[in-house]
């Protein structure tokens, strides 16, 4: 019975530690930032074991998730858990966020 | 807190299958070590993962494994060494 | 979109001018979740925008520095050291880090042993003194092989060890973090603290590279 995320032992690649390096992105950075504040002590919304509770849900589409859209799929799994926003809220603000996010990437 | 184990002591993780949120990797389950340290008690992440608050604390060892006791087709040294924190109560007397 | 909060985030260049975003965007997708779950939670007052943006400031802030400087103190000030190999919380909160919730463990190498650090299970990192881990560390490369092939791993970071020394890996899997007080290199007894701390690499301290003897 092994979870995706238990990889000790597992046969693997090679390391390259030049081309496997590279700075954080903002976006990155931005879902680093939201886990920590939900983290932090003022909120306690969430614990760093729920969310790899969280992540190691994904099963086997752990493996395919970059490693921050795996904190960001904990998240917001996490916030629909304890009901901080609705599936709905989430669908509906989405569907906005897209429109707008496909309206800049064209330019327009 | 009252501890079971004191760091020199030979211990066996427990090798089970246990659903849910662990931090016991299963490459260390069933095999033999030794205690390196007690770490001391933290809540329990096997529950603190579902939200709860990780009552009742369990104690937390260092223990220190032959790397050849680890892996059948070890390479290293001998005397190389993997060290895990494991909590005690997937812990046994080896 | 200027009457969006979330501009403050998304903003090229913060006051002093400094570029803030740095690299290409993610697949449309993933910046839509992202991006969808930071507003509902600035919309139901969770998180605030400037939360966000002073998040990011601490951890553009925090880089491998504060390790260096630990790692040379240590160096010049025995006593010092034996703290932070008995104690390292206390020892390292005199430079202002507090590792709560978790501990930390330093482990020494010597000519006998060298330490290496991994976590198998997903990516734990003493963030408090080293920052944001390496892309390395989280893959599931570094993350599978690590334990098994310690030595196989140092090779491919050009790191060679002697036959006869004993590897030590650490699994940082639970509440402990860890960080490898490197060899102080050969040729710098006269070496100021701060020369000394110039030295040290985020890779030493995390045990898969050695630090040269300068000038070697």
Known sequence: MRGPQDLGGLPAGPVDPVVHEHDPTHWEKRIDAMMMLLFDPKRRLARVDESRRMQEALGEDYHKYPYYERWLQAISWLMLEKGVFSQEELDEKQREVRARLEAERSGT | MERKFEPGDAVRVLERNQ???????????????????????????????????????????????????????????????????????????? | MSDHHHDLV??????????????????????????????????????????????????????????????????????????????????????????????????????????????????????????????????RDYRARAVREPRSILAEFGTAIPEQKQVRVHDSNADLRYLVLPQRPAGTDDWSEEQLAALVSRDSMIGVADIRSPGE
């Open chain 3, 10 to 139: 998304h903003a090229t260049h913060t006051h002093d001018g400094k570029p803030i975003q740095n690299d290409d965007r993610p697949p449309i997708e993933a910046e839509t979740l992202e991006t969808a779950v930071r507003e509902l939670l600035m919309e139901k007052g969770v998180i605030s925008a400037d939360e966000v943006r002073q998040a990011i400031e601490m951890m553009d802030s925090r880089g491998t520095d504060l390790g260096a400087k630990i790692v040379a103190r240590a160096w010049v000030d025995d006593d010092f050291k034996q703290r932070l190999l008995s104690e390292g919380d206390a020892a390292v909160r005199e430079f202002g880090v507090d590792m709560r919730p978790t501990e930390l463990c330093v482990v020494e190498n010597t000519a006998e042993v060298h330490n290496m650090v991994v976590c198998t299970l997903c990516s734990c990192y003493p963030r408090a003194i080293l920052g944001i881990p390496p892309a390395w560390y989280k893959r």
């Open chain 2, 19 to 94: 659903p849910g949120h662990v931090r016991t990797p299963l490459y260390v389950r069933g095999k033999v070590g030794v205690i390196e340290r007690v770490v001391g008690s933290f809540p329990n992440p096997e529950t603190l993962a579902y939200g709860q608050s990780g009552l009742p604390y369990k104690m937390l060892y260092r223990v220190n494994f032959a790397q050849q006791t680890l892996w059948s087709d070890y390479d290293g040294r001998p005397e190389d060494t993997l060290e895990i924190e494991i909590y005690e109560h997937w812990l046994e007397p080896a």
